[in-house]
């Protein structure tokens, strides 16, 4: 799976949220994990901002993908 | 105060803070106000990323600084 695809997001997503379940609701645990990744990206200097911001669009639609899920 | 500014995401950070304390703690409303930021900052095609990235830099820094408030 391409790193930093929406489905290699998707996936952590749902293990973020299967590891945190017992002590966090679903939509916390993926706040909580889409802000520690959005801090981890844009403190990556390596890479250009076009491509800092093709992840975080990833990420986003990874979130509302995985959110509207039962 | 300047809008995107360190100080402006501080600013609201501490109002929806504020305003969600019956139903979220401190963290989760944070991690809930920082992600609905960066969805709205990178779905704004009109700035350039250079731009986007520079106000998530900002958000990202308001937020560490509003958390280690006691």
Not at 36 to 46: A, E, R
């Amino acid at each position: 799976m391409e790193q930093f695809s929406v489905s290699f997001f998707e996936e952590n997503f749902k293990q973020y949220i299967e590891r945190n379940k017992d002590v966090f609701s679903k939509v916390h645990a993926m706040n909580a994990y889409y802000r520690s990744i959005v801090g981890t990206l844009i403190n990556d200097h390596l890479n250009k901002n076009a491509e800092i911001v093709r992840r975080i669009r990833n990420l986003e639609e990874a979130y509302n993908n995985v959110k509207s899920e039962q």
